[in-house]
């Protein structure tokens, strides 16, 4: 009874590692109509099944410039890359996220944890992000160049 019940969670996180989704990445303002078709682009010429649309939310910070969230869907490692290419290839900025503290998985599975993002500007690390959930949305927290 107890290795069905260790297959069956084996299973359901294999489901949710290959459904990583994320709405907190995000894409310099004005420009991201211009990066999702590249990325668009370059998945097809790759076989690379991701898929990736425009938010309706933005996000302001005092460090780093305006933002346009992007939603996507597909594997984290696909998602990194990608994200850092297209800054790279186009020479735009782009906010890579998804981290957390570490020792705090519990309550990043809740939702209660802050998130940390990486900020590239040219392909080039830039700085550093840390978010909080206000009302449903996205905020920085925290901007640290560097």
Same mark, same amino acid.
């Given at each position: 009874?107890?290795?069905?019940?260790?297959?069956?969670?084996?299973?359901?996180?294999?489901?949710?590692?290959?459904?990583?989704?994320?709405?907190?990445?995000?894409?310099?303002?004005?420009?991201?109509?211009?990066?999702?078709?590249?990325?668009?682009?370059?998945?097809?010429?790759?076989?690379?099944?991701?898929?990736?649309?425009?938010?309706?939310?933005?996000?302001?910070?005092?460090?780093?410039?305006?933002?346009?969230?992007?939603?996507?869907? #597909?594997?984290?490692? !696909?998602?990194?890359? =990608? &994200?850092? $290419?297209? *800054?790279? @290839?186009?020479?735009?900025?782009?906010?890579?996220?998804?981290?957390?503290?570490?020792?705090?998985?519990?309550?990043?599975?809740?939702?209660?944890?802050?998130?940390?993002?990486?900020?590239?500007? #040219?392909?080039?690390? !830039?700085?550093?992000? =840390? &978010?909080? $959930?206000? *009302?449903? @949305?996205?905020?920085?927290?925290?901007?640290?160049?560097?």
């Amino acid at each position: 009874m107890k290795v069905i019940i260790l297959y069956d969670l084996k299973a359901y996180y294999r489901r949710l590692t290959l459904l990583a989704t994320s709405n907190n990445f995000a894409i310099e303002k004005g420009k991201s109509v211009i990066a999702i078709e590249w990325i668009n682009e370059y998945n097809n010429k790759n076989n690379k099944s991701f898929k990736i649309s425009i938010s309706k939310h933005s996000l302001t910070t005092l460090n780093f410039g305006n933002f346009d969230f992007v939603e996507w869907e #597909g594997d984290w490692s !696909i998602a990194r890359n =990608i &994200f850092k $290419k297209v *800054s790279s @290839k186009l020479n735009i900025k782009v906010i890579e996220s998804g981290y957390h503290q570490k020792g705090n998985v519990i309550a990043a599975f809740f939702g209660m944890s802050k998130e940390y993002g990486k900020v590239y500007s #040219g392909g080039k690390f !830039i700085g550093n992000i =840390i &978010f909080a $959930k206000k *009302s449903g @949305k996205w905020i920085a927290e925290k901007e640290k160049r560097g």
